[in-house]
């Protein structure tokens, strides 16, 4: 029984992993690109999920066609703060441009609450609700199905980013934005793909999360394992989004089944401050060298 309660539980934590990890890259993708900390990303996911709401419940669209408007929406709204907010703060102090993130997460939360109040919402069911079985332990469908869909999406951006031209541009601006200027790619709308992406990303996030736990205006709360997440594995590191989301979703599962819920984020959180002490530039992140 303990064997088989263990296993249940890390399955769990995988499916937990995997949307860590999804939200993860987005922020990654961002980081990269632009080196700003997008504090924001839990709001972009929780936008899209009120999207994607929004549409195929308020208007009844259909599940895919609600699904593509939040990720468009979403995009869109990512390339027109980066248009409209982080690009004039371009050379200012990295501080500042933090606090920008920082207002644009409160920002979202308004206009969420504005709109749709602070009440939570349950999304329309789109996901099959037969049990799943691993071996002989249970898994919850939606967190099953939602794990498979964040692996999926997780190898599409990548895939993108390798192989089409916009995603050879971004990892050229991301290794050294005189050179990507020098070669004739145009970094400010790097800068706009970068942050259109991430917006894509975070909102296909925001929707699994939301068919698993339903919606509301405290689900960037998300954002803050995310965040653990990223400096874990490194902020400019997909390896180590990836991982890393797979990592603390595990531990997480772990101390919240064998010590308590609250135990939860005292362990991530203790596990953050052992990962800086010994490397402050994350587990797979790029060690910056200064020359004097």
């Known amino acids: 029984m303990d064997g088989l309660f ?30 700003v900390v997008n504090i924001a990303i839990g709001e972009f996911l929780m936008l899209g999920a009120y999207v994607f709401y929004a549409f195929a419940a308020g208007m009844a669209w259909p599940i895919w066609l609600a699904i593509a408007g939040a ?7 990512g390339a027109l703060v980066e248009r409209l907010t982080i690009r004039p703060m371009l050379g200012e102090s990295p501080i500042s ?40 332990a249970f898994v919850a469908p939606k967190v099953f199905y939602g794990f498979w869909v964040a692996v999926a999406l997780a190898l599409l951006v990548l895939a993108v980013f390798r192989y ?14 005189g050179a990507a200027y020098a070669m004739g790619i145009n970094v400010p709308r790097v800068f706009s793909l970068s942050w259109a992406a991430a917006g894509a990303i975070a909102a296909v996030s925001g929707v699994i999360v939301g068919a698993i736990g339903g919606i509301s205006s405290s689900m960037g709360v998300f954002g803050l394992s995310v965040l653990v997440v990223v400096i874990v594995g490194g902020l400019d590191s997909v ?50 060298i200064e020359r004097l």
């Open 71 to 77: 990720v468009g929406v979403s995009a869109a709204l």
């Open 239 to 288: 390896a180590g989004a990836l991982l890393g989301g797979v990592f603390i979703g595990l531990l997480e599962a772990w101390a919240g089944a064998y010590l308590g819920g609250e135990y939860k984020l005292l362990a991530t959180f203790v596990v953050l401050v052992a990962v800086l002490m010994v490397r402050p530039y994350g587990l797979f992140g790029t060690r910056e």
């Open 164 to 177: 089409w031209r916009g995603g050879v541009a971004l990892r050229a601006t991301a290794s050294d934005q």
């Open 97 to 136: 441009v933090f606090m920008i993130t920082v207002g644009l997460a409160s920002i979202l939360v308004g206009v969420v609450e504005l709109i749709w109040t602070a009440d939570q919402r349950r999304l329309p069911e789109f996901m099959p609700r037969a049990p799943v079985m691993v071996g002989e």
């Open 6 to 35: 263990f296993l249940e539980v890390t399955l769990a934590g995988l499916g937990s992993g995997g949307l860590y990890a999804l939200a993860a890259l987005a922020f990654v993708i961002v980081y990269k690109a632009t080196r």
